[in-house]
């Protein structure tokens, strides 16, 4: 009878694994049959990035994927042959979270697609290049994109006016549909705002401001404006903001100044740079 039992108990455990890895590898697959084929990757902080690659993604019949939270296949994988990256530049280079992606990013098969749409507030150096490096292989096509400047943490720096946000928001969608149409017939170009002294902005500043100023240790928060909504937190792209009676930030910053334009009271500061400096709102801008 005990024997009897245990084996029951055993079969029964034996069907619990199966139910569960048969559950799995089903999920596996549907997760692969969503996320393979042509792709658009994509990181944006405060949501220039990402309304370009929609853009994209709708002129192109792609599907998009956050850079920080889903698995990674191979380029061009499902013989679609066909992977964008769209992100901003950040001091003429590219995010340390693109870097990281880039680098991990397995390469498909020879012959494979890969373009890469950069925005920026002004020029981009020699940002393909860089990622480029990070990748392993050329790039197909690169392009940048014009779009409201949102660095505001250094002496000079601030957001645009109204007048040239929605300047560059108008040119916007002529621009994408460009870079669409070359992306479809599959044109090997650069067109690319590289501005003036691209290799020294890339190559020697872009290190010191990767080695100083990428880092969340100058955020303060202001306890008489706060009030603990959580906008900043929910902002974060890479969850690096801790809820609380005060946000707490934790280490793991990737710079891109969403949680100090998210702030709805300025509460939020870099150091002492900030305080008379506005803050960006995308929505706002296209809608108001
Ligand atoms: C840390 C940081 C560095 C930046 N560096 C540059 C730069 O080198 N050149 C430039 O034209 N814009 C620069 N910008 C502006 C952004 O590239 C631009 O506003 C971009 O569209 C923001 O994209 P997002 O809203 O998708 O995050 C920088 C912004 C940040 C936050
Ligand atoms: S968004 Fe501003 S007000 Fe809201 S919790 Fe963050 S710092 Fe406080
Ligand atoms: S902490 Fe702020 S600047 Fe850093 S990654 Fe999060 S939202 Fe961006």
């Known amino acids: 009878?005990?024997?009897?039992?245990?084996?029951?108990?055993?079969?029964?455990?034996?069907s619990l694994f199966t139910f569960h890895f048969s559950h799995f590898i089903f999920h596996f697959s549907l997760k692969c049959r969503i996320f393979a084929g042509r792709?658009?990757?994509?990181?944006?902080?405060?949501?220039?990035?990402?309304?370009?690659a929609r853009g994209l993604a709708d002129a192109l019949g792609e599907r998009l994927c956050p850079m920080q939270t889903l698995?990674?296949?191979?380029?061009?994988?499902?013989?679609?042959?066909?992977?964008?990256?769209?992100?901003?530049?950040?001091?003429?280079?590219?995010?340390?979270?693109?870097?990281?992606?880039?680098k991990a990013l397995p390469q498909g098969k020879q012959g494979s697609f890969l373009y890469a749409v950069m925005t920026c507030g002004?020029?981009?150096?020699?940002?393909d290049r860089v990622l480029e490096a990070a990748l392993g292989r050329k790039l197909?096509?690169?392009?940048?994109?014009?779009?409201?400047?949102?660095?505001?943490?250094?002496?000079?720096f601030d957001v645009d006016s109204n007048e040239v946000c929605k300047e560059k928001l108008r040119r916007e969608g002529a621009r994408v549909e460009e870079i669409?149409?070359?992306?479809?017939?599959?044109?090997?170009?650069?067109?690319?705002?590289?501005?003036?002294?691209?290799?020294?902005?890339?190559?020697?500043?872009?290190?010191?401001?990767?080695?100083?100023?990428?880092?969340?240790?100058?955020?303060?928060?202001d306890a008489?404006?706060?009030?603990?909504c959580g906008r900043c937190s929910?902002?974060?792209?890479?969850?690096?903001?801790?809820?609380g009676p005060l946000p707490t930030w934790q280490s793991h910053c990737t710079g891109c100044l969403a949680c100090y334009h998210a702030c709805p009271y300025h509460a939020i500061n870099f150091g002492t740079m900030t305080q008379s400096k506005g803050q960006y709102d995308l929505l706002k801008q296209l809608y108001e």
Request: hydrophobic letters at 40%.
């Open 234 to 243: 929910k902002k974060c792209p890479v969850g690096n903001i801790l809820s």
């Open 180 to 221: 669409a149409r070359c992306i479809r017939e599959r044109k090997p170009v650069r067109m690319l705002k590289r501005g003036a002294f691209p290799r020294t902005k890339t190559y020697a500043i872009r290190p010191l401001f990767n080695r100083y100023l990428v880092t969340d240790k100058y955020f303060r928060v």
């Open 71 to 102: 698995p990674m296949l191979p380029i061009g994988t499902d013989g679609e042959e066909l992977t964008g990256l769209v992100f901003p530049v950040y001091a003429w280079g590219i995010p340390n979270i693109v870097e990281t992606f880039a």
């Open 39 to 52: 792709m658009i990757y994509y990181f944006s902080g405060t949501g220039n990035s990402l309304q370009v």
């Open 140 to 156: 197909d096509a690169a392009f940048s994109v014009l779009m409201p400047n949102v660095y505001v943490c250094l002496p000079g």
């Open 122 to 127: 002004d020029d981009m150096g020699y940002a």
């Open 224 to 228: 008489s404006r706060c009030i603990s």
């Open 1 to 14: 009878m005990k024997i009897y039992l245990q084996e029951s108990i055993t079969v029964a455990n034996f």
